[in-house]
């Protein structure tokens, strides 16, 4: 009777967890949509320049005496009314790119890109901030050809990586002209890969019989019900080779001075060690970048917002739930290289 009532309160505790997940998960995403929506669909725009503007004309307001304060401020207003009488400066558009597994984005990119090739004059250029693990094939390939329509109207594209730009994620990165990597940034994972669990043999064991069937020599190959083959898995192995084929075809083809034996191996490099090996050509931040753009060029963030339906937004949370524990691998590989 005691197993039993510990085994019950174990089921229940689980069940209660569970829920407790559940629950979280719609409050958060509903706690999201009440704050989104005030915003309305559409492309927004920024000045990157008033804004780093407003931001140390309010620190110098706090920490210079009054006069002080006043002379800076006449300063600047000269400086920016010079600036105006020189006439029109170039252009930076600014893009940010967050990815997930499903590089769910990419609707926002297109739009972003659209309007910036619709308006992008000569001496303009393009800024991405991409912050990417990877994650599935044609989805992070529809993202890199978003950039790609940039390079091919000839317009400079400059990628920025704080943080990861790995798999996915640096298949769009090596479409720019020039990578910018922070020191610690994570870059490369050139390769491919498919998991999925097996349960035949638990099935089995209980009885029960798993049914596929396909018309097609390859509809269906390695499953996770079935009974999987010797040949299931070697066609599998040959459409991950293909896969990792075209990746490196587009590596080569925008960044052909890497030596693909060398890189193309699934690994991944920190910030100082991937400039070495030629995925990154400069080591620096985004902050850094914008900030020195700032001095000579007008600098704008343009984002296209999208209103996503609640049911949406409730799998984008399952999915961020994924991602995270998909993530955590990198933590736990980069962690486990820290001095102890």
């Known amino acids: 009777m005691t197993e039993f009532i510990a085994g019950y309160g174990l089921f229940l505790l689980k069940a209660i967890t569970i829920v407790a997940a559940v629950v979280a998960i719609i409050a958060t995403a509903a706690a999201a949509g009440r704050k989104a929506s005030g915003r309305h669909e559409g492309l927004e725009v920024e000045s990157l320049n008033k804004k780093y503007r407003s931001l140390v004309a ?45 590089a769910t984005a990419v609707a926002s990119l297109r739009e972003e890109v659209s309007a910036i090739l619709a308006v992008a004059g000569e001496g303009d250029q393009v800024v991405a901030r991409i912050e990417n693990f ?22 400079p594209l400059t990628v920025t990586v704080d943080k990861v730009a790995a798999s996915g994620g640096y298949l769009m990165a090596c479409i720019a002209d020039r990578i910018v990597a922070a020191p610690f940034a994570i870059l490369g994972s050139i390769g491919v890969i498919a998991q999925l669990p097996n349960f035949n043999r638990l099935l ?24 999987n083959t010797d040949e299931d898995r070697a066609k599998l192995q040959k459409d991950l080779d293909d896969v990792h084929e075209l990746f490196k075809a ?75 524990a998909d993530a955590s691998g990198w933590r736990r590989r980069f962690e486990s290289r820290l001095p102890r």
């Open 58 to 102: 309010n620190l110098r307001k706090v920490i210079l005496s009054k006069n002080d304060w006043k002379a800076s401020a006449k300063t600047e207003k000269a400086r920016i009314k010079a600036e105006t009488r020189a006439g029109k400066r170039a252009r930076t558009f600014v893009i940010d790119f967050k990815g997930d597994l499903k």
């Open 250 to 324: 587009v590596v080569a083809k925008y960044r052909p001075h890497l030596e693909l034996a060398k890189v193309a191996t699934g690994e991944y490099w920190y910030g100082t060690r991937a400039l070495e090996l030629g995925l990154a050509d400069e080591i620096g931040t985004s902050d850094e970048l914008l900030a020195e753009l700032t001095r000579e060029r007008d600098v704008y963030s343009v984002c296209y917002r999208i209103k996503q339906p609640l049911p949406k937004k409730l799998l984008a949370q399952v999915d961020g739930v994924l991602e995270t």
């Open 204 to 227: 089995d064991n209980h009885g029960i019989d798993f049914e596929q069937i396909t018309a097609g020599e390859y509809k269906r190959t390695v499953t996770m019900f079935g009974r």
């Open 134 to 155: 990877g994650g599935v094939v044609h989805e992070h390939g529809l993202a890199a050809s978003q950039l790609a329509r940039l390079r091919d109207r000839n317009i």
